[in-house]
């Protein structure tokens, strides 16, 4: 079975400060990775994903992950945040198959990302 | 195009009673997932629906079950609640399987 975890619950950080959250993930198989960020009150919106090719993938907002196979990680990084970055981060993988059952996303605990004036 | 919406988006109910949380998928999405996310956790599985034929389930009792329409739509039906099913209930579309999912805002339960 597959598991992901993040291993900081909370980062407090300055604004236009750079920023890394840590997610490390255990599979047996490939899978699929992905970050979503949860604004308070709010679902899920998907920030960047690795399915293959290019182990550095850029996503929405400034957000950078890097997948390193032979670590099992994917970490997330912004080089300069904002205040309006303060939100929830969750890090989750899925099987890299269509069998029945596999298609669920396992999400890490997430990161509660703090940025201070 | 509209997104995942998901009704109601609060709702109080008394242990014991039974639930519906309903999702509508994104426009031309056959496949729908729902997660519980307690506070201060990440989401959880609990099944997936696949033109409308459950496709898979996460570790959730029976009394959790849920239902997709012809027009994909989808809902979760919760029996006996119980204090510990106080949560925020995800729904997540995706155009077929093994594609993206796009989340809605979520079905905030309390049970008290």
């Known amino acids: 079975a597959q598991s992901v975890t993040q291993l900081d619950s909370q980062v407090p950080v300055f604004e236009e400060a750079p920023v890394e959250l840590r997610c490390n993930y255990s599979?047996?198989?490939?899978?699929?990775l992905f970050w979503y960020v949860q604004y308070p009150n709010q679902g899920l919106q998907l920030l960047l994903k690795y399915l293959s090719g290019s182990t550095l993938v850029k996503g929405i907002n400034g957000f950078e992950a890097e997948f390193n196979k032979s670590q099992t990680s994917f970490h997330l990084r912004k080089p300069s945040v904002h205040i309006s970055d303060t939100a929830e981060y969750f890090c989750?993988?899925?099987?890299?198959?269509?069998?029945?059952?596999?298609?669920?996303?396992?999400f890490g605990q997430g990161t509660r990302l703090t940025i201070n004036p | 195009e509209t997104g995942v919406t998901q009704s109601p988006t609060h709702l109080i109910k008394t242990r014991g009673q039974q639930v519906t949380l309903r999702c509508s998928s994104q426009?031309?999405?056959?496949?729908v997932s729902w997660y519980q996310q307690a506070l201060g956790q990440g989401p959880q599985f609990i099944f997936q629906y696949y033109r409308e034929e459950e496709n898979g389930r996460g570790n959730f009792p029976p009394r959790f079950s849920g239902l997709q329409f012809p027009n994909y739509s989808s809902e979760l039906n919760v029996n006996a609640l119980e204090l510990d099913d106080s949560a925020l209930y995800l729904c997540?579309?995706?155009?077929?399987?093994?594609?993206?999912?796009?989340f809605g805002q979520g079905t905030r339960l309390t049970v008290v």
């Open positions: 426009s031309g999405h056959n496949t």
């Open positions: 989750a993988v899925k099987l890299n198959s269509i069998i029945q059952g596999a298609q669920k996303l396992v």
């Open positions: 599979s047996s198989v490939s899978v699929y």
């Open positions: 997540a579309s995706s155009l077929t399987l093994n594609t993206e999912a796009f």
